[in-house]
């Protein structure tokens, strides 16, 4: 699978369910943040070559990478809301690894969730989805 193709599924994956939760940052799409209105920021750290995790005529090899969605509600606004919305984007990526998307060789792992504090106007916190792809050769 092409890293095109890896940022292409994983956003259209992340996008077909988010819809209008939030609007959401997409990397070098630009978007002007309105305070006081939640907003998501998704962000592919693709891994890099990859290592074999089989051998034969059939060889497995797996790469990894990490999804990051940082979720910004408005300060002084508690952090449930930041919560509700960390929780709704970890769940669309809980057990993803279905068929039904490139064949089904991308596979995520369980998600992490933490707070990361102020930022400027707004109150952060961090989704980290680890994935892995599995491609033949």
């Known amino acids: 699978m092409s890293y095109a193709s890896e940022r292409e599924t994983l956003e259209g994956l992340f996008y077909s369910t988010w819809a209008t939760a939030t609007p959401v940052s997409w990397a070098n799409v630009e978007y002007e943040p309105v305070i006081g209105t939640a907003f998501v920021e998704f962000r592919l750290v693709p891994g890099g070559s990859g290592?074999?995790?089989s051998f034969?005529?059939?060889m497995l090899s797996r790469r990894s990478g990490i999804i990051t969605i940082f979720i910004y509600t408005p300060l002084n606004d508690g952090t449930n809301a930041g919560l509700v919305l960390a929780d709704s984007a970890a769940a669309i990526f809980k057990n993803a690894n279905n068929g039904g998307w490139q064949g089904g060789n991308i596979t995520c792992r369980s998600?992490?969730?933490?707070?990361?504090?102020?930022?400027e106007e707004w109150y952060r916190h961090v989704v980290v989805v680890p994935y892995h792809i599995d491609e033949t050769s």
Do not use: D, Q
């Not at 998600?111 to 930022?119: L, Q």
């Open 51 to 53: 290592r074999f995790a």
């Open 56 to 58: 034969g005529t059939n």
């Open 111 to 119: 998600s992490r969730i933490s707070e990361a504090g102020k930022s």
